[in-house]
């Protein structure tokens, strides 16, 4: 079991959009079989590039990124990320043809201190994390529109990256209580999508 500990992560949310139309849509059956098909896919990118999923929870997913060099692991989950966000493109129109409805990914990354460790009831603990990185984290994927990977600007030093190197563009800034506004960024694929 892993000991409890504080060290440096890049988060990277994902967040399926549209799949709580989908789940009220079809069969039972098909829910599980199109939320598996996600998880799967984004958990074979997130694996690849060296990060660890943390929590699947409804249609997202948390994965974390780390190690010794924090611009290697970041570029790591920048990658993961944009991997996910140009796989997914194929995979939302097929889910369109064939259910007549849209989906999409929404990608959010930040890098912080994080607290990992065991947690959850004695007899099914789950290796977690905690943390202000977390909650940012979660709050950029819910800025994030449909199709679009939307970076805090921690994360872009953390890759050495600057706007135009990225392709992204500089978003209203991030408003959380008692602190400064936190300076974004998004990717977006092509186009943003007509959907949230």
């Known amino acids: 079991m892993p000991a409890p500990e504080r060290r440096p992560a890049a988060i990277l949310y994902v967040e399926l959009r549209n799949f709580t139309r989908l789940s009220e849509t079809l069969e039972a059956p098909q829910v599980l079989q199109l939320a598996n098909e996600f998880f799967s896919f984004t958990g074979k990118h997130i694996g690849e590039r060296g990060g660890r999923m943390l929590s699947l929870h409804n249609d997202s997913v948390i994965a974390s990124f780390s190690g010794e060099d924090r611009l290697e692991f970041s570029i790591y989950a920048l990658k993961a990320a944009q991997q996910i966000q140009r796989g997914f493109e194929p ?3 097929r889910w369109q043809s064939d259910y007549a409805l849209p989906a999409a990914v929404a990608l959010g990354l930040h890098v912080g201190d994080t607290v990992f460790g065991m947690a959850g009831p004695d007899d099914s603990q789950q290796y977690v994390a905690f943390g202000d990185c977390v909650s940012i984290a979660e709050r950029l994927v819910h800025r994030a529109r449909a ?11 953390a890759i050495g990256a600057t706007v135009k190197t990225l392709g992204a563009e500089e978003l209203p800034p991030l408003e959380l209580s008692r602190r400064p506004p936190i300076a974004i960024y998004g990717i977006v694929l092509n186009t943003r999508l007509d959907f949230t």
């Open 147 to 157: 199709g679009e990977i939307v970076l805090s600007l921690a994360f872009m030093r």
């Open 91 to 93: 995979i939302g129109e």
